[in-house]
C-alpha cells in the first residue's frame, strides 16, 4: 500500500502549483521589500546630505562666531533640515541622527550619522520581519577663505536705455521732450535724453540694474566675517572701468551708472573684447587666505545682443555695416572659469521694440543657451521683469558665498 501512494501520480499539478505559487510569492514580496528599502536609502541619503550642506553654509555665513557657538548652531540647523526633508513614517524609523560638527587644520566638517530599522510587508511572512537603515554624510568648508572681489560688468549700450517697462518706454515716447523709446540713444544735437527721463520719473533698464548692483553691494558690506572688495566696469565697445578694485564699498554703491553716450547709433556692444581684456583684468582666483589671493566672483548684466561695426566671429546678421549682430559667445568666458573666476550671467530681458523684430529673429533661439553656458554652473538667471534684478543677483551672491561647501561623504 505505501509503495503505491509513492508511486501515485495523481495530483501531482496541484503540488507543483502549491510549491511555485510559495516560491513566486516570496519572490514577489522580496522585490516590493527591497523597492521600498531602496527608495527610504534614498530619502535618507538625500536628507542627509541636505543636513550636513546646510549645517556648512551656515558656518559659511557666520565664521566669525566663536567655537562653541558655531557648533551648537550647527547641529540645531542639521537637526533642523533633516527633520524637514524626511516624511513622519521615515522619522520613526530612526531614534536620532548622531550629529558632529568639528574643526581641525583649517576646515569645519558636518557629520550626520543614522541607523535604525524599517518593517518589511510582504517578506514577513518567511520570517523577515525588518530590513536594517544605514549611512553617513559629511561636509567640509574652510574656514580662512575670507578674502574676496567681487566684479560688477554692467552692459552699458545703448540698448540698455531703453525704458525699463513697456510703460516706461510708451511714457518716453509720449514725451516731447524725449521722443523715443531710448535715452540717449543717439542724438545729432548732444540732448541729455536720459536726464530728460530721469526728470520725468522714466525708469530705464540700465537704472534697475543700477538698483540691483546697490542691493547686491548691501548685502556684500553687511558680511562682518569677509574682507571684501569690489570693482564696477561697463561694457560697450571695450571695456571701460567704472570704478577701479576698492576696499570701500560705497565707492561702487554710489556710481551712478550711465549709458556710454554715442553721438550716432553705432553698434557698441562687443562681447569678444570686452570679455577677452576683462579676463587680462581680474586674472586667477585665489584660495581667498590672503587679501593677494582673493576668491574671485564676476557678475555680467547684459541683454545678450553683440553689436558692432565689423564682423566677428559671434555676428549671425548684418543689419547696416553699422549693427552686424548676433549674441555671446559662451567660449568667450572659459579661461575666466578655468582660471577658477565664479562667473555670474543675469540675463535682462531684451526688449524688441515694434518694427524691430527682423533684427534679431535669425539668432534668437541661441541667446539664451549661450548666455547659460557662459556662466558657472548654477550661476544664470533670466530676468524676466524688473521685479527678478534684485534676486537674482542675491541668489547668485549666496550661492558664491556657499561655493566652498561641499560634500566628502
Known amino acids: 500500500m505505501l509503495r503505491k501512494f509513492w508511486q501515485a501520480e495523481g495530483g501531482n499539478m496541484a503540488i507543483i502549483t502549491a510549491v511555485c505559487a510559495s ?37 559659511r555665513e557666520h565664521i566669525d562666531w566663536s567655537s562653541s557657538k558655531i557648533v551648537k548652531e550647527a547641529k540645531a540647523e542639521v537637526q533642523k533640515s533633516w527633520k524637514a526633508n524626511l516624511t513622519s513614517d521615515l522619522l520613526a524609523n530612526i531614534k536620532k541622527p548622531e550629529i558632529e560638527v ?40 574652510g574656514q580662512n577663505q575670507t578674502h574676496w572681489q567681487f566684479n560688477f560688468a554692467i552692459d552699458t549700450s545703448s540698448s540698455m536705455g531703453i525704458g525699463a517697462t513697456q510703460a516706461d518706454m510708451d511714457n518716453m515716447q509720449a514725451d516731447p521732450s524725449i521722443g523715443c523709446m531710448f535715452a540717449c540713444h543717439y542724438s545729432s544735437t548732444g540732448d541729455d535724453t536720459m536726464g530728460r527721463a530721469r526728470i520725468g520719473g522714466y525708469k530705464l533698464r540700465l537704472d534697475v540694474v543700477d538698483d540691483a548692483v546697490d542691493n547686491t553691494i548691501s548685502i556684500i558690506s553687511a558680511k562682518s566675517s569677509i574682507k571684501p572688495t569690489s570693482a564696477l566696469y561697463g561694457m560697450t565697445n571695450d571695456l571701460t572701468e567704472l570704478v577701479p578694485e576698492t576696499d570701500k564699498l560705497n565707492d561702487v554703491k554710489n556710481h551712478k551708472i550711465e549709458i556710454a553716450y554715442t553721438a ?4 557698441n556692444t562687443n562681447y569678444r573684447a570686452t570679455l577677452e581684456q576683462l579676463t587680462d583684468k581680474i586674472g586667477e582666483a585665489g584660495d581667498g587666505t590672503s587679501a593677494d589671493k582673493p576668491r574671485k566672483v564676476v557678475f555680467i548684466v547684459t541683454d545678450g545682443i553683440h553689436d558692432t561695426t565689423y564682423m566677428e566671429p559671434n555676428v549671425e546678421y548684418v543689419w547696416y555695416a553699422d549693427h552686424q549682430l548676433g549674441t555671446l559667445d559662451p567660449k568667450y568666458c572659459d579661461t575666466m572659469k578655468n582660471d ?53 543677483l542675491a541668489d547668485m551672491l549666496a550661492k558664491a558665498f556657499n561655493s566652498d561647501v561641499r560634500l566628502t561623504q
Open 23 to 59: 516560491a513566486l510569492l516570496g519572490a514577489t514580496g522580496a522585490a516590493v521589500d527591497f523597492v521600498r528599502q531602496y527608495d527610504a536609502d534614498t530619502a535618507y541619503a538625500a536628507a542627509a546630505d541636505a543636513a550636513v550642506l546646510s549645517g556648512a553654509a551656515l558656518i
Open 264 to 267: 550716432i547709433s553705432i553698434g
Open 102 to 141: 568639528s574643526y581641525k587644520g583649517s576646515e569645519w566638517t558636518v557629520a550626520v550619522g543614522y541607523k535604525g530599522e524599517m518593517k518589511t510587508s510582504m517578506l514577513g511572512v518567511i520570517g523577515i520581519k525588518k530590513m536594517a537603515i544605514k549611512g553617513k554624510a559629511v561636509s567640509a568648508v
Open 340 to 392: 577658477g573666476v565664479l562667473v555670474g550671467v543675469l540675463y535682462v530681458n531684451y526688449i524688441v521694440p515694434a518694427g524691430y523684430e527682423g533684427t534679431i529673429s535669425s539668432y534668437e533661439d541661441k541667446i539664451l543657451p549661450n548666455m547659460k553656458a557662459c556662466a558657472s554652473e548654477g550661476f544664470f538667471y533670466n530676468a524676466t521683469a524688473v521685479k527678478d534684478l534684485k534676486p537674482a
